[in-house]
């Protein structure tokens, strides 16, 4: 079965270097939702979107933006990196935000972050 | 506020041997939980969720969880460990009450279990 795809699976940026990080959700799912997971740390979530509008707002710093596209896929972009921001970040796919309240998340490998 | 807690940073276990994976929730309105299985640099990999129904959710990979109401658990089983299982184990708990955080998942801080041969 297809599943959520991310890319890439590694990047390594300099600090206030920018970054894009990409998500392609499983066929048919109209929720994204994206994580961020430090070192020994728990996901966190920073945003979502449902039908290509922001959804719900976690803990993103200013210096990120997302958004949806038309073809569901979903772009998460990094400005004026700082070493804090080495992580690994998940994106994750689900149908509807609560429409079906039983839909799981289902998380794609996440794409890892280093900043030097 | 929904949150859950994972009183056990580490679990030990023989192969062979039952497991178990503690977690415990706190939620407004019903609970919605979940496990999610995560092997070294991968994504989350989900194995089982309580939504209604059965206090016992049978899961991927022989994996079970008892919901408990009146203790507020949730907690990871299995009857014989593999030494495969080793792996960081997250409890998780949906939100599901109307408003702008309807979705979201909250995650406990994680489980590491070891099963040694």
């Known amino acids: 079965a297809a599943g959520v795809i991310q890319s890439p699976r590694h990047l390594i940026k300099e600090k206030r270097e920018t970054a894009t990080l990409k998500c392609y959700p499983i066929?048919?799912?109209?929720?994204v939702y994206w994580y961020q997971q430090g070192p020994g740390q728990d996901p966190q979530f920073l945003i979502s979107?449902?039908?290509?509008?922001?959804?719900d707002k976690g803990s993103i710093p200013d210096r990120f933006s997302a958004q949806q596209f038309s073809d569901y896929h979903s772009e998460l972009n990094m400005s004026s990196l700082e070493l804090g921001d080495s992580a690994l970040y998940f994106c994750?796919?689900?149908?509807?935000?609560?429409?079906?309240?039983?839909?799981?998340?289902?998380f794609g490998n996440g794409t890892r972050l280093t900043v030097t | 506020a929904q949150s859950v807690a994972q009183p056990e940073d580490q679990v030990n276990v023989a192969e062979g041997n039952p497991l178990t994976v503690k977690c415990t929730y706190s939620?407004?309105?019903?609970?919605?939980l979940f496990w999610y299985v995560q092997y070294p640099n991968r994504g989350l990999q989900f194995l089982l969720k309580?939504?209604?129904?059965?206090?016992l959710v049978k899961g991927s990979y022989g994996f079970e969880a008892e919901f408990n109401k009146s203790q507020t658990s949730f907690h990871l089983k299995k009857p014989s460990a593999l030494v495969s299982d080793s792996a960081l184990y997250f409890c998780?708990?949906?939100?599901?009450?109307?408003?702008?955080?309807?979705?979201?998942?909250?995650f406990g801080r994680g489980t590491q279990l070891t099963v040694w041969p």
């Open positions: 998780a708990v949906r939100d599901m009450n109307r408003g702008s955080t309807l979705g979201r998942l909250y």
């Open positions: 994750a796919s689900s149908l509807g935000t609560g429409g079906i309240p039983n839909s799981p998340l289902h």
């Open positions: 066929p048919r799912h109209d929720t």
């Open positions: 979107f449902y039908e290509k509008m922001q959804s």
């Open positions: 309580y939504i209604t129904g059965d206090n």
């Open positions: 939620v407004s309105g019903n609970p919605y």
